[in-house]
């Protein structure tokens, strides 16, 4: 099985960036797609950005659109979360995951990625 370890969470004043890691066993990272994940205290899991597996395509949540970035170091077996302009409601833990890509890629349901890390904790303060 895949293993995926987040880091880089953290707390941050409002306003500030956090740059979060995952990095993936394996030599077939190229051929997942790559998606990040958070969920608040008592809320549901929700999606963030994912990235296709060359990292030509990316997709995000409206609510962080203009603020995080997502990339993907292929070599490096890597996925990066960049996080800008931080708001009080970004505060969650952070999950990667990773979606085997058969006869589609559903980038935006989380049932359909196979892969899970732990999560890091990201607290963003007012």
């Known amino acids: 099985q895949v293993q995926l370890v987040e880091s880089g969470g953290g707390l941050v004043q409002a306003g500030g960036s956090l740059r979060l890691s995952c990095a993936a066993s394996g030599r077939t990272f190229s051929g997942y797609a790559m998606g990040w994940f958070r969920q608040a205290p008592g809320k549901e899991r929700e999606f963030v950005a994912a990235a296709s597996g060359s990292g030509s395509m990316s997709y995000y949540a409206d609510s962080v659109k203009g603020r995080f970035t997502i990339s993907r170091d292929n070599a490096k077996s890597t996925v990066y979360l960049q996080m800008s302009s931080l708001k009080p409601e970004d505060t969650a833990v952070y999950y990667c995951?990773?979606?085997?890509?058969?006869?589609?890629?559903?980038?935006?349901?989380?049932?359909?990625?196979?892969?899970w890390g732990q999560g890091t904790q990201v607290t963003v303060s007012s």
């Open positions: 995951a990773a979606q085997v890509n058969a006869r589609g890629t559903y980038y935006y349901q989380q049932n359909r990625y196979n892969y």
